[in-house]
Structure formats: C-alpha cells, structure tokens
C-alpha cells in the first residue's frame, strides 16, 4: 500500500512539474521576440534601462526591413513544399526555390550583422563589448566543437 501510495505521489509530482513547466514556457513565447532579445542582451551584458530602449528602437526599426525577407522566406518553403509533394521532383524549380531562398537568406543574414554591429558601436560600452567579445568568442569555440578541420562530423554511427 505505502508503495502504491509513493508511486501516486510521484506520477503526481511529475505530472504538476511538467504542467508548470508547459505553462512558463508557453508564457515566454508569448512575449514579442524583440523582447525576448532585449531581455537576453540585458541579462548577457547588464544592460542599462537607457540602452535597453536603444536596444528596442534599433530592432523595431530594423523589423520593417526583415518582414518582407520573412515572409519571402516562408513563400519560398510552401512552394518547395508544395512542388516536391508526393515524390513530384523538377530540379530546374527546385534549383530556382533555392536560389531565391538563398537571397532571402542573405539579407537576412546581412541585416542581423547590421543590427548587431549598430548595438555594439552605438549602444554598447567599452567594459559591454569586452564582455559581448568573450560571449561570441565562446559561442565560436562551442560551435567549432561540432567541425574538425572544417568539415562536418559524421552523423550516425
């Protein structure tokens, strides 16, 4: 009986943790994504409340700039979805998705350099960018643990 009990406790336990843990998490996907940065680069680099607003103007006004690429991003996925359906392959169409996607992705890319060079030499500090220096550094070193020599390690066994 004090078993079955434990075990009822614990299934219990472990199903309010999983439910809470749903619910935060769903919460902090709700937040607007320039929020979820701005509390990322504040949290990674102390941000004060001055440059936390720079912060979110730079992002705002760069939104408008990013849409467009989003949306053409997204176009481009359901049309290569859609002209791949069922085992149908055409690779003049498919070679054309790609490269428009491959634009789309471009700009994208350039824009989040953008950005990031703007945060850096208009908002940041000399002490921030030491700082935001040593976080990028670490996240290079984390990602080259995945290549060796350039090439990609073999997936599988």
């Given at each position: 009986?004090?078993?079955?009990?434990?075990?009822?406790?614990?299934?219990?336990?472990?199903?309010?943790?999983t439910s809470v843990?749903?619910?935060?998490?769903?919460?902090?996907?709700?937040?607007?994504?320039?929020?979820?940065?701005?509390?990322?680069?504040?949290?990674?680099?102390?941000?004060?409340?001055?440059?936390?607003?720079?912060?979110?103007?730079?992002?705002?006004?760069?939104r408008t700039k990013?849409?467009?690429?989003?949306?053409?991003?997204?176009?481009?996925?359901q049309q290569l979805?859609?002209?791949?359906?069922?085992?149908?392959?055409?690779?003049?169409?498919?070679?054309?998705?790609?490269?428009?996607?491959?634009?789309?992705?471009?700009?994208?890319?350039?824009?989040?350099?953008?950005?990031?060079?703007?945060?850096?030499?208009?908002?940041?500090?000399?002490?921030?960018?030491?700082?935001?220096?040593?976080?990028?550094?670490?996240?290079?070193?984390?990602?080259?643990?995945?290549?060796?020599?350039?090439?990609?390690?073999?997936?599988?066994?």
């Amino acid at each position: 009986m004090r078993k079955r009990y434990l075990i009822m406790i614990g299934l219990a336990t472990m199903v309010l943790g999983t439910s809470v843990y749903a619910v935060v998490k769903h919460e902090r996907a709700k937040r607007p994504i320039i929020d979820r940065i701005v509390n990322r680069i504040t949290r990674q680099l102390d941000l004060s409340d001055t440059q936390q607003t720079q912060v979110k103007s730079i992002l705002e006004a760069e939104r408008t700039k990013v849409a467009p690429l989003i949306a053409e991003a997204a176009k481009n996925r359901q049309q290569l979805r859609e002209s791949t359906a069922n085992g149908k392959f055409d690779e003049a169409q498919v070679r054309s998705l790609a490269e428009r996607q491959a634009q789309a992705m471009t700009e994208m890319i350039v824009e989040k350099q953008r950005v990031k060079a703007r945060i850096y030499n208009e908002v940041l500090t000399p002490e921030q960018r030491t700082k935001a220096d040593q976080l990028l550094e670490r996240m290079d070193r984390f990602r080259g643990r995945f290549h060796e020599g350039g090439e990609a390690m073999p997936v599988g066994p």
